[in-house]
Every structure is written in C-alpha cells, then in structure tokens.
C-alpha cells in the first residue's frame, strides 16, 4: 500500500498541515523547531492511531485547541483508501477507514505498515530485554496477523497463573491447582517461541545483509535467545513443576518466553553494552530495513519507513549507503534533516524535497 498524502489539522505545531510523499523517498528539511519530527509523528498518527513519541497522547493536540484529526490518503490495488483518526482528549478516539468506523486500526488488515526510526527508538537496542521482545512480536503480528493473537493469550495465561501462585500463597488454593493451568500456559508458550524462532530466523539474512551494506562491520548477528529449551507443551510444563518452589517463594513466574531475550552482537558481543552510539543506530536501522524487506512479501508491501533525524550521526559514506539502498528498493521512506546537504543525491528527480518551517509545509512538488 501506498501513501499518498497526509493531512493534519491542529496536530502538535501545525494548525493545517498537508504532505504529499513521492513513490520512494521524501525528505522534510527545515530548522531545529520547525516541525519535523511532528509530521513524522502525525504520518504514524495517521497510519496507527498512536503516537510514536509520547503515551500521553493529549500533547499532539495543538497548544489551546481541543481536538487534532489525521487523515491518511493510501493506495492499493483495489484503489483509494482513507484513514482518519480523530482525537480530543478526555473522549474515545474516532478511528475510521474508508468512512467505516474501527476499534484499532493495528487490527485493520488493509492498512498502511508503517516503521518507524526516531532517536530514542535506540532504547530498542540500548534498553531491557522486554523492549526488544515487544518489537519481535509486533513484528510477528505484522509478518502474520493471524498469529498476534498468541502473544496476548500469553499475556492472560501467565497473570492467571501469577494470580493462582499468590492465592496458593496465602493459603487460599493448593499447589496441586497449578498443574492444569501450567499445561494451558505452555501450549501457548510454545506457539509463541515458535512465532518468535520463526520471524528471527527470517530476519537473520537480512539483517546481515543490511549491516553490511550499512558499513557494520565485525560479523553483526540477530538471535533469538529463548529462556526455555523445551520442545513440546509437556516439557515445558515439566520445567515449571521444577521451578515451583521458587516460584512461590517470589510471588511470580520466573521461567517462559516473557523471559526470552533477542540479542543484537557484533563478534558475539552485545551491541547494547559495547556498541558505539552510531553502531548501535546502525544496528538498528539494519533491522528495520531488514523487518521491511520481509513484510515486502506480503499484499500491503514494504511498510513507510519514517526515519527522523537519522543522518546526523552517521559518517559522508554511511549515509550514502543508506540513501542509495532506499532509491534503489521499492518501498516509500520519509527522512527528516535540519540539512539538506546531509542527504546525498537531494537534487535527483525521484527524491521530493519538503522544506518545513515555523509549523508549515511549504513544499513538496515532485519534480
Ligand atoms: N501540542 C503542541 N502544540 C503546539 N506546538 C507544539 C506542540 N507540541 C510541540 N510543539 C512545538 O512544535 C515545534 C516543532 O517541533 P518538532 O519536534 O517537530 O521540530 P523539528 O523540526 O523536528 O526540530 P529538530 O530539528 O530540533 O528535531 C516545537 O517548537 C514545539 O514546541
Ligand atoms: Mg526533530
């Protein structure tokens, strides 16, 4: 799916905002403040009915207005497609796409893929391991929609064995009440390593790939690192019997996938604690390359790749890598810049330049 245009109103800096994206890459240049980064948000907005910056979502709306609206212009196939969301704070947010109302638009099968890179996204490399398995399964659900729903039966399964370890606690059930729900708890658990083993492995060459293509260099390496070996629902179980006492002992269930780890290395060592600022965004930027070239397979095709001030701490012949791989690969990317000269072939006829300024868009012809 393609994304044609973005319109905002009252979204963060911009009363009215209005983008249209080329078929490959656009990039928004414009000064330190002049609304870059928020139209990067506002695309994701858009495409997500989330903020990919802020939980608090009450700041996007515009200093003293009460409601923002995001309307996403999309083309596929079949033709035109339109996602809104409408937002005031204190009110349910109004999701629609092509005039139908919907709960979640991450449930939407026809709807834009977007990915996003925003500087503090670094945490996915740099932060604890539940950030990384966060991403994994989102990814999962993206790869295969219909798995999405293994990660939140994970989810209830696992507090409802932790609910069932405090009330065994405190004397109100027996440990034996355990053993049916340990067996349901680990048939899901096993789908989900599967789903997780499955998308890293699917990622693995790319990523790869990518890191070189990139200039990261020294063997980087994506690997899945599940905390339980067990093949079947029945060892799996097993493994928690073991653990039961311990278990009890600290209120909580210390030993499944909520405990897995994706691992990021370069020579086998951890680029979360021995990556450079600029391997590490390197890092990470070969992973979301290499997520797109996988989802390209499917019937959305490659998701947006929303890539916000990530230029300024790669290298001259870095950054030409980077551009040069997004022209020459189908799929649309948006870059942010406070430099234009910081982009490499920013004159070319197939990149569409936008400059921004004080809450404007004041371009974007395609030439
Ligand atoms: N809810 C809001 N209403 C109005 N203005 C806002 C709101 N939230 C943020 N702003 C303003 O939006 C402006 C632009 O922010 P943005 O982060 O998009 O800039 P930028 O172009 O990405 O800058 P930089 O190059 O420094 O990253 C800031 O001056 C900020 O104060
Ligand atoms: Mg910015």
Known sequence: MRVLRLSARDFRCYREARLDLGDRLTVLTGPNGA????????????????????????????????????????????????LSVGFAPGQPKRMRVDGADVERLLDVERRPLVSVFLPERLELVKGAPAVRRAHLDQFVAARWPARAATRRSYAQALAQRNALLARVRSGGSGRGSLATWDLALARVAIDLMADRRAAVSELTEPFSRWCGLLGLDREPRIAYRPRSH????????????????????????????????????REGRDLRAYGSQGQQRLALLSLLLAERDVLAARRSGPPLLLLDDVMSELDARRRAALVANLRSRPGQAVITTTDPEHVPFVGEHDIVQVAVADGSVLAGAAA
Not at 59 to 75: C, L, N
């Open 35 to 82: 609304g870059k980064t928020n139209l990067i948000e506002a695309l994701y907005f858009g495409c997500t009915g989330r903020s990919c910056r802020t939980v608090n979502e009450r700041e996007v709306v515009r200093f003293g207005q009460q409601a923002t609206r995001v309307t996403v212009t999309a083309s596929d196939l079949d033709g035109l497609h339109e």
């Open 230 to 265: 067990a093949a079947s629902p029945d060892e799996l179980a097993a493994e928690l019997a073991e653990r039961l006492d311990s278990d009890l002992e600290r209120g909580f269930t210390g030993h499944g996938p909520h405990r897995d780890e994706l691992t990021l290395t």
